[in-house]
């Protein structure tokens, strides 16, 4: 430890010195960065491998059995050639739980910047990035605000976890959130829910990945439904009625009947999940992010001394 004062008579510790990352280090991780945000593009995480073979397994409809047999395919076919499993690579959000002694911390803005203009030319990543009234394509797919990095950090801790996720267009096209009148309820959200998965939902290339987000105001909810989408298909919110919930909203969704590509089947969902936090008593924020068949996140994990694991994707290397 080593301690020093502010102001009158505050001392404070500090665990450990400073540690100096080297040009070296920090060329270092810039490539793993760019590797893990290529292969993310290249590779779906095996829950959503495994859930979209569930789906075809389970399926009786002729037509969608063979969209599923060609996702799958499509899906071994990208690994093979070492290319992205869809063209429209999106834009690239990174959400980043970040220790607060990582030696890292004070580069990894620098960092992801530098491994997402790496990843684009060495993948290759479409080029997104488009500077909105000024209307010109960046070419690095990094620009104003992109990619998007949300932060958050984790005391006494020196490990950095990042998730990429890819923003397509068609997968964002029915995002969509609202503060309803508290007197409409959780049914009302239902509603809500069921109308965009209805009208705009095709849009996203089904079956889908749902995430909703719910909580007192717009920024909290929609905040929460991306968070919502970040996790484990088939995992189940800790709050038994908000778990409850989630079934209610996939059962509804599932009847539907939407299937592969929008052209029926007896599923409609990869998976729906749900996050709350608490609510003003006078409002019912709601806000619902979609994410498409070829659902591309992926997890890094970073050790003090640089070392990358991949959670999402046993066995992938970078």
């Not at 590779?43 to 959503?48: F, I, K």
């Not at 990543?125 to 909105?132: F, S």
């Not at 006078?282 to 994410?291: D, E, F, K, N, P």
Request: one cysteine or more.
């Amino acid at each position: 430890f080593c301690s020093f004062t502010i102001g009158k008579g505050s001392t404070y510790q500090l665990k450990g010195m400073m540690i100096v990352i080297t040009e070296n280090q920090k060329n270092e991780l810039i490539q793993h960065v760019a590797n893990f945000v290529g292969m993310a593009s290249i590779r779906l995480p095996d829950d959503v491998m495994a859930r979209l073979q569930e789906m075809r397994d389970n399926e009786t409809k002729p037509s969608a059995i063979t969209l599923y047999d060609i996702m799958i395919g499509n899906q071994k076919r990208a690994v093979e050639v070492k290319r992205p499993t869809c063209q429209d690579t999106g834009i690239v959000h990174l959400y980043v739980r970040a220790g607060a002694f990582s030696p890292y911390l004070n580069v990894l803005t620098d960092v992801i910047n530098q491994a997402v203009v790496k990843a684009t030319q060495q993948t290759p990543l479409r080029l997104n990035a488009v500077e909105t009234f000024d209307e010109y394509n960046t070419g690095t797919n990094v620009g104003t605000g992109v990619p998007y990095i949300e932060w958050t950090i984790v005391p006494d801790s020196d490990k950095i976890e990042m998730d990429v996720y890819f923003a397509g267009g068609g997968c964002s096209l029915p995002g969509k959130s609202a503060v309803l009148m508290p007197a409409k309820g959780y049914e009302g959200i239902v509603d809500f829910v069921l109308d965009i998965v209805t009208d705009r939902g095709v849009n996203a290339c089904p079956p889908l990945a749902i995430g909703v987000g719910i909580g007192g105001c717009i920024t909290t909810a929609t905040h929460l439904s991306k968070k919502a989408l970040l996790r484990k298909v088939g995992s189940h919110n800790p709050n038994p009625k908000v778990a409850e919930f989630e079934n209610i909203l996939s059962d509804a969704i599932n009847k539907i009947g939407v299937g592969p590509q929008g052209l029926g089947g007896s599923e409609s969902l990869l998976g729906l999940n749900v996050e709350t936090i608490c609510r003003h008593p006078a409002t019912l924020a709601v806000s619902v992010s979609t994410g498409c068949w070829a659902h591309r996140r992926a997890t890094l994990a970073i050790d003090k001394d640089g070392n990358c694991d991949m959670i999402t994707h046993k066995g992938a290397v970078i």
